[in-house]
């Protein structure tokens, strides 16, 4: 059974940053593709940014220039970059990531609260 574990949200005022990682329980090196979504109260889940296999990345108009996502395959690890962040970005933060044989998973998520 895969894992993915997110780490690193939290509590930052306007203007602040974040890194939150996800890790995962098997290689990352074949993978398909790899995102981070997020859901706010009320609202629907939704892409924030994607890695494909080919490292080429896909931003929401929303977080461009501001968020930016990686990943490093020696430590199975997908990272995002969150820069001058605004109380919007508030949000429940999912790891989602798919393999051609594997199938594709979800992390339990991460909270992100933006607030002076």
């Known amino acids: 059974q895969v894992q993915l574990v997110e780490s690193g949200g939290g509590l930052v005022q306007p203007g602040g940053s974040l890194r939150l990682s996800c890790a995962a329980s098997?290689?990352?090196?074949?993978?398909?593709?790899m995102a981070w979504y997020r859901q706010a109260p009320g609202k629907q889940r939704e892409l924030v940014a994607a890695?494909?296999?080919?490292?080429?990345?896909n931003y929401a108009d929303s977080v461009k220039g501001r968020f930016t996502i990686s990943r490093d395959n020696t430590k199975n690890t997908l990272y995002l970059q969150m820069n001058s962040l605004k109380p919007e970005d508030t949000a429940v933060y999912y790891c989602?990531?798919?393999?051609?044989?594997?199938?594709?998973?979800w992390g339990q998520g991460t909270q992100v609260t933006v607030s002076s």
């Open positions: 098997v290689s990352i090196f074949s993978i398909n593709d």
């Open positions: 890695i494909t296999s080919g490292d080429m990345t």
């Open positions: 989602y990531a798919r393999w051609l044989f594997l199938g594709a998973y």
